[in-house]
């Protein structure tokens, strides 16, 4: 159990539709990343926040926002649904900025969203 | 743009078989992560290399930094059906906001 806990674990739904996915950083962690993996494209890189305040952002589409709340809780919303948008969504926390200066991150399990 | 490779991307072997998987990039570092997923499953960490040419051992498992902290190795002895997972790298660059992460080499471990 890595501490880091994201709901929901199954999403299904259609094309056009709008999702929330979930993540509560380990405890004591301030930096929450979100990651995109897909069959054909590994793990990319979409959003990091720290304590609040987004740091850096990969390649996430204007259709997603993410944003991180006062209680470190996390929430990535993903709109306009695709086709293409079918994957497995994680989240990472870690201590710092950029894992405390080491890069380690903790992942959830994962939402698994299909859009269908 | 900092890009992380791996080979080989796929492996299959047999248990009690010793094997190396690679990760290489063009970018220096500041450290490295290597991750080890099952399938519906998030990444796990299984270790952090920090100095260049360091080497450090996880049971059968061994992880070797570039002396230019370009690229890393991984390699496991004697393997086993448990072994079997996605395994990934990732590089990080202090205070940039991420890691990158290769695409992974994928070990399936017969019994």
């Known amino acids: 159990d890595s501490g880091v806990t994201q709901t929901p674990k199954h999403l299904i739904t259609a094309t056009g539709q709008r999702v929330t996915l979930r993540c509560s950083p380990r405890s004591g962690d301030l930096s929450v990343y979100w990651y995109q993996q897909s069959l054909d494209q590994g793990l990319q890189f979409l959003i990091q926040?720290?304590?609040?305040?987004?740091?850096a952002k990969g390649n996430i589409l204007e259709r997603f926002s993410a944003q991180q709340f006062p209680d470190l809780h996390s929430e990535l919303n993903l709109s306009s649904l695709e086709l293409g948008d079918s994957a497995l969504y994680f989240c990472?926390?870690?201590?710092?900025?950029?894992?405390?200066?080491?890069?380690?991150?903790?992942f959830g399990e994962g939402s698994r969203l299909t859009v269908l | 743009t900092q890009l992380l490779e791996q080979s080989p991307q796929f492996l299959s072997i047999q248990e009690g078989e010793n094997l190396t998987v690679y990760c290489n990039s063009s970018?220096?570092?500041?450290?490295l992560q290597w991750y080890r997923q099952e399938p519906g499953e998030g990444p796990v960490l299984l270790v952090t290399v920090v100095t260049g040419g360091e080497v450090k051992k996880l049971k059968r498992l061994t992880f070797q930094f570039g002396d230019a902290r370009k690229d890393s190795s991984l390699h496991i002895t004697a393997a086993q059906p448990g072994d079997t997972g996605l395994y990934l790298c990732a590089g990080a660059v202090a205070n940039a906001g991420k890691s990158t992460f290769g695409d992974g080499t994928t070990l399936t471990v017969k019994p």
């Open positions: 926040y720290y304590n609040g305040e987004e740091r």
């Open positions: 990472a926390s870690s201590v710092g900025t950029s894992g405390g200066g080491t890069g380690e991150l903790f």
């Open positions: 970018s220096v570092f500041s450290s």
